[in-house]
């Protein structure tokens, strides 16, 4: 079964810095894009960035670009989320997703597996 | 931004009803809209993609409909394991998703 593990997430102070890392397993990694999506405490779900299926290529929603870095690692199944110069607005669960194609950029592309998740707290 | 409104933002319905949830964009995004569920403490699970396919692994039960501007998920004959908040999400400016507000679900 798809397995996505979220790690790193802990209490940091406002304008401080994180790493977020997601390990996947039993799927060929290298063949999906993967995304990070964020749930602020009693909100919806907001699509932060994703990557595609060889790394080649990079995507930010407005309020994160400058500040965080999405990277990957398919030799070892990481996917990696730097956050830095965190504020409040940061704060919540985030969530490594896989894409259903290797290109996120194809419409109807689809986030059909998801971790648990990982808090960050910004205080 | 294309906004993604859900209605309603809660409901209460008891085991065997025919459950209904509505989602508008405020753009023609034609059948480009997911519909996922979640529960407390889990992982968002993707049940319909493309407005009407049944994802993988997804019961029966539930049902997708629409284009354009308005969507509905149904779920008929409500079990107690659907119990969650069901969310939309437009995948027409992928990669840059939106999501709707989400819709809480509670069984009687």
């Known amino acids: 079964e798809v397995e996505l593990v979220e790690s790193g997430g802990h209490l940091v102070r406002p304008g401080g810095s994180l790493r977020l890392s997601c390990r996947a397993s039993?799927?060929?990694?290298?063949?999906?894009?993967m995304d990070w999506v964020r749930q602020a405490p009693g909100k919806g779900l907001e699509w932060i960035s994703s990557?595609?299926?060889?790394?080649?290529?990079?995507y930010y929603t407005d309020s994160v670009r400058g500040r965080f870095i999405i990277s990957r690692d398919n030799g070892k199944n990481s996917l990696d989320l730097q956050m830095n110069s965190l504020t409040a607005d940061d704060m919540g669960v985030y969530f490594c997703?896989?894409?259903?194609?290797?290109?996120?950029?194809?419409?109807?592309?689809?986030?059909?597996?998801w971790g648990l998740g990982i808090l960050v707290t910004v205080s | 931004d294309i906004q993604m409104t859900q209605s309603p933002s809660s409901l209460s319905a008891a085991v065997g009803d025919r459950v209904t949830v509505t989602c508008r964009a405020s753009?023609?995004?034609?059948?480009?809209l997911n519909w996922f569920q979640q529960k407390p403490g889990k992982a968002p699970k993707l049940l319909i993609y493309?407005?009407?396919i049944l994802h993988s692994g997804a019961p029966s039960r539930f049902s997708g409909s629409g284009s354009g501007t308005d969507f509905t998920l149904t779920i008929t004959s409500l079990q107690p394991e659907d119990s969650a908040t069901y969310f939309c999400?437009?995948?027409?400016?992928?990669?840059?998703?939106?999501f709707g507000q989400g819709t809480r679900l509670e069984i009687k």
């Open positions: 997703a896989r894409g259903n194609l290797g290109d996120p950029t194809i419409q109807g592309y689809a986030l059909d597996k």
């Open positions: 039993n799927f060929t990694f290298s063949d999906y894009a």
């Open positions: 990557i595609s299926s060889r790394g080649s290529h990079t």
């Open positions: 753009q023609n995004i034609r059948t480009f």
């Open positions: 493309g407005a009407s």
């Open positions: 999400q437009q995948s027409l400016t992928v990669p840059s998703v939106t």
